[in-house]
């Protein structure tokens, strides 16, 4: 069974960082790409970030890029989320999401606040 488990989220200051990661277990990282997605309160979920899993090629939505940057290390079959300079608007739950087998799975998501 499939299982993305998220942490490192919490209370931070407008520009100050934080590292998100996502334990994968039951998922082979060098055979799937890994997303990272969040939803603030009354919106919808949103892209935030991507790698292939080759590691190869990453992508982000346009509102964090430069600032986020996601990376894995195979090893501990974990997905990162570094996230500077991070602005009040960043405020959300995170989440680590894989597709596999044409279905989506989700973690229960980790809560980052920046306060202004």
């Known amino acids: 069974q499939v299982q993305l488990v998220e942490s490192g989220g919490g209370l931070v200051q407008f520009g100050e960082s934080l590292r998100l990661s996502c334990v994968a277990s039951g998922l082979d990282l060098n055979k799937h790409t890994m997303y990272w997605y969040r939803q603030a309160p009354g919106k919808e979920r949103e892209f935030v970030a991507s790698?292939?899993?080759?590691?190869?090629?990453?992508t982000y939505a346009d509102s964090v890029k430069g600032r986020f940057a996601i990376s894995k290390d195979d090893a501990k079959n974990t997905v990162y989320l570094q996230m500077n300079t991070l602005k009040p608007e960043d405020t959300a739950i995170y989440y680590c999401?894989?597709?596999?087998?044409?279905?989506?799975?989700w973690g229960q998501g980790t809560q980052v606040t920046v306060s202004s």
């Open positions: 790698q292939t899993y080759s590691g190869g090629r990453s």
């Open positions: 999401n894989a597709v596999v087998n044409v279905k989506n799975v």
